[in-house]
């Protein structure tokens, strides 16, 4: 496991990504499917996250991942560029890296 501590998260990240790529529909609704408290991450969250992942620390694949955050919901890992911009498309399936609030 990997822990995110600053003064305004604190947060556990999941070992690993989920096995397979989903959609954004799917990854949604995957934290009620697995339970214990892990959820997709935030926007904010998983910009930290990719941070860690520069400095080759949690395993992450220089791919997509989903979060939560509607507007913002997916962290480009090979530039740490979020999707925002209405001509800008993820991939319509992206990886999933749980977390879950310590």
């Not at 991942?65 to 979020?82: D, L, Q």
Request: aromatic content about 12%; some cysteine; glycine content about 4%.
């Amino acid at each position: 496991m990997y822990y995110v501590l600053t003064n305004k998260f604190s947060f556990e990240i999941a070992e690993n990504d989920l096995p397979e790529k989903m959609l954004l529909r799917d990854a949604i609704n995957v934290d009620s499917e697995i339970g214990d408290r892990w959820r997709l991450p935030t926007n904010e969250e998983l910009l930290l996250m990719f941070r860690l992942h520069q400095k080759a620390i949690g395993k992450f694949k220089h791919e997509n991942y989903w979060c939560s955050t509607w507007i913002k919901n997916t962290v480009s890992f090979r530039s740490g560029e979020n999707f925002t911009h209405p001509g800008q498309r993820p991939d319509p399936q992206c990886w999933v890296r749980l977390v879950r609030n310590i």
